[in-house]
């Protein structure tokens, strides 16, 4: 029967806040009025986006919140270039996607599936694995090396996954609901590691949750969008400090500010 480890204690949270930006530096990622169809099985054209225009700055946390279907994972893929859209523009830097299931390889082991990306770049074995090796502790996996994915937890698999995706070196992260399938504690101890991690490794990150509290707790900007095809109908600015306490004071406020904008655009 498979062995199921888990993490040694985390370190103390980290406060993270994005370095002021140039009054004329542009932004990390700028989306403006982008729209996007595809083809469904039965040959009909779907449209799931609708004329979106967003924008993070650099070393900012974007999260985009909406009902399933709405466009979501379709604009992580546009931000990656994985598609092109219909109409509108996208400025960002190179991107990396990490989906919501961990998809490392069950015959790796932790330090080989997180240097996945190092190796597929042609970065010699030994030299991946040492680099990835410099994350382990730092992520809270320090002894886990040689871990096979099945004898890791949920929340073990999410950091390997989360360290393969900071050492594609990219310097925009988007992030695919990557705690849903998680359960309750485990997610909350998985956002406040995120915290941590993006403190140690700043970087843009447009974060995906169907989570609007998620969202609040993490984001230094929310974007709510509509049923498909998704629109943006209302962008929160979260200045808050940070660690944010769940359910109290401005985190319940800003939620209930988002829930509103999604009711409001569902009834439409």
């Known amino acids: 029967m498979a062995t199921r480890l888990e993490s040694r204690a985390a370190s103390p949270p980290l406060a993270r806040r994005q370095q002021p930006a140039s009054p004329t530096a542009p932004p990390a990622v700028l989306v403006e009025g982008v729209s996007l169809s595809y083809e469904a099985r ?14 993070a700055e650099q070393g900012q946390l974007l999260a985009v919140v909406g009902p399933s279907g709405c466009g979501k994972t379709s604009l992580l893929e546009l931000l990656c270039g994985l598609c092109a859209p219909d109409a509108g523009t996208i400025a960002a830097p190179p991107a990396v996607l990490m989906p919501q299931a961990d998809l490392l390889l069950p015959w790796l082991d932790a330090l080989d599936n997180a240097a996945l990306a190092l190796r597929i770049a042609g970065v010699k074995r030994e030299r991946a694995r040492s680099r990835a090796r410099a994350l382990f502790d730092e992520l809270g996996l320090d002894g886990f090396e040689r871990a096979r994915p099945r004898e890791l937890s ?12 900071l050492l594609s070196g990219k310097p925009l992260l988007c992030l695919d609901e990557p705690f849903g399938a998680l359960d309750a504690i485990t997610r909350a101890e998985m956002q406040r590691w995120l915290e941590r991690a993006l403190a140690a490794e700043p970087r843009t990150v447009v974060l995906v949750t169907h989570d609007v509290e998620e969202a609040i707790l993490l984001a230094d900007r929310v974007a709510v969008l509509t049923p498909r095809p998704g629109r943006v109908v209302r962008q929160l600015e979260v200045e808050l400090a940070r660690p944010r306490t769940p359910g109290l004071g401005a985190v319940a406020e800003l939620r209930a500010l988002a829930l509103e904008a999604l009711a409001g655009a569902a009834n439409r």
């Open 42 to 55: 039965d040959g009909a054209r779907l449209q799931a986006l609708a004329e979106v225009s967003l924008r």
């Open 154 to 165: 949920g929340g073990m698999r999410q950091r390997v996954a989360f360290a393969r995706t």
